[in-house]
């Protein structure tokens, strides 16, 4: 009796946290729906917005300024294929002045370090069209801060505006959205981020679970009514 309890007890507990996943993806999909929809979207205007506004997640925005790339900063140090090989670089790094609110920190894309600024890049009044990542903050096994060379490895918009000499930033780092063209920088994101969707797989393996406790249950039983 008892073995036959815990059985179906156990049977139960993984069937249920199958259902959960189940709705889980259902929950999944909807946020994935926003995301496409919201790609397919012209972006909104930071300017309508000239207070101490923040875009939510999942929104695409444009903001319309002029870029300072004599302040120009490298983030990360990332490695990328080029048409001479792989190459060492890292994510470019721009204020843009706005004529309403704070500057806002721009990353335009990945650059070599032997292109840290492309000659090709914008001077003058220019619109942005991506979305926001909240500031990241250092912790313990962050790598220091380069700021003579202006070399970021936390993507923090407050420090990393006060070591440019910025009184102050936008809250946020706007990361630009386009497409990317082999050997031509900076390569800029070509989609919003979109979180993991696993959620099926996990309910297959809950399900596969409650599966085989049946199984291995009516192995035990059928042995035991033999005895």
Do not use: C
């Not at 120009?72 to 060492?88: F, I, N």
């Amino acid at each position: 009796m008892l073995p036959g309890f815990l059985a179906a007890l156990v049977v139960l507990l993984l069937v249920g946290l199958g259902v959960w996943q189940l709705h889980r993806l259902r929950w999944k999909l909807g946020i994935l729906a926003q995301i496409h929809a919201a790609e397919m979207r012209p972006g909104i205007p930071l300017s309508d917005h000239p207070g101490p506004f923040t875009p939510g997640p999942f929104t695409k925005v444009v903001v319309t300024g002029r870029l300072r790339t004599d302040l120009a900063a490298l983030y990360g140090d990332d490695v990328e294929t080029t048409p001479q090989g792989l190459a060492q670089g890292g994510q470019l790094i721009v204020p843009l002045e706005r004529t309403e609110g704070p500057p806002v920190l721009v990353d335009l894309g990945w650059v070599p370090m032997s292109d840290r600024v492309p000659a090709t890049l914008t001077t003058g009044t220019t619109s942005v069209s991506g979305y926001v990542r909240s500031p990241d903050h250092p912790w313990l096994f962050s790598a220091p801060d380069d700021v003579p060379d202006r070399q970021f490895y936390t993507l923090d918009p407050a420090r990393i505006g006060a070591a440019l000499g910025l009184k102050q930033v936008a809250p946020f780092t706007l990361i630009a959205l386009g497409r990317q063209e082999l050997g031509v920088y900076p390569m800029p994101a070509e989609r919003l981020p979109e979180p993991p969707n696993n959620h099926f797989q996990y309910a297959l393996t809950w399900f596969g679970l409650a599966l085989v406790v049946v199984v291995q249950f009516g192995f035990w039983a059928r042995h035991r009514l033999r005895e």
